[in-house]
């Protein structure tokens, strides 16, 4: 019987831990967070404490990271979102790294589970929520009417930003789950044929898997991009308003 290309994305629980009838297992997702979290800290712990008027190699790299951040923050926020850079560096770096891991054979893609993407996305929209009212008050459901909307629309228009409200943490969650997940059952399947393929016809799936892997890179790179961006446009809705556009100008 031939394997699931979904079986990759199973969880069994490696250290049960059930205190007080909270499920708190250890599983592989839960040890790769880990294992992210640590690899992102050493990067820029390491780069910090390698410092040089003439930087080095890891330096570099994190100083190219750092400006690239501060760019998404500055074109969707503009300067006032610099306060959060930490968070939205956080955001990107964990992302970032999850994908990339998740592409290493034996490994495993925490972003593929949408329990994650959805804490996450829940969690900056709930941020830019709250950011809002505290920053804004009441004039924060006037994200609720686009400008220069007239007042006999507004019966209509409010019910339609409600509900695209709403669907920002769904969209959110569920881009980067599903692109990250169909990645890696395609990369199953081809592996599959490649195997069963044999000599003779498996070199073609085979190489197909290679070009997959290439492009699976690129997308890990993209999809956390666009996370990120997307959380500086939610987040600059609620710092700036409306305003947000023009910053991006």
């Keep these: 019987m031939e394997e699931s290309p979904l079986h990759a994305f199973e969880l069994h629980e490696l250290i049960p831990l059930v205190p007080a009838g909270i499920d708190i297992s250890i599983n592989k997702a839960v040890i790769l967070m880990w294992v992210v979290v640590g690899l ?3 990067l820029m712990i390491s780069a910090a404490a390698s410092r040089k008027l003439v930087p080095g190699k890891l330096q570099n790299l994190a100083e190219l990271i750092v400006e690239f951040i501060r760019g998404i923050i500055l074109d969707t926020m503009g300067e006032p979102g610099m306060k959060y850079f930490p968070l939205i560096a956080t955001l990107f770096l964990f992302i970032l790294f999850a994908n990339l891991i998740g592409l290493i054979p034996g490994s495993y893609t925490v972003t593929s589970q949408i329990i994650v993407t959805a804490v996450f996305a829940v969690g900056v929209y709930g941020l830019s929520v709250v950011l809002g009212f505290s920053l804004h008050g009441l004039k924060f459901l006037g994200i609720l009417v686009p400008p220069g909307t007239p007042g006999w629309l507004l019966p209509l228009m409010i019910p339609i930003e409600l509900i695209s409200q709403l669907a920002r943490p769904i969209s ?14 395609i990369l199953g399947v081809l592996f599959g044929l490649a195997i069963s393929g044999g000599l003779l016809i498996g070199w073609l799936p085979f190489a197909f898997t290679i070009a997959m892997n290439g492009l699976e890179v690129g997308i890990a790179f993209i999809q ?3 996370f990120t961006v997307l959380s500086c446009v939610y987040l600059g809705d609620a710092v700036t308003l409306h305003g947000h556009s023009e910053h991006a100008h």
């Design 172 to 185: 959110l969650a569920v881009r980067l789950f599903a692109n990250m997940t169909a990645g890696h059952v």
């Design 224 to 226: 956390a991009y666009i």
């Design 40 to 42: 992102v800290a050493l």
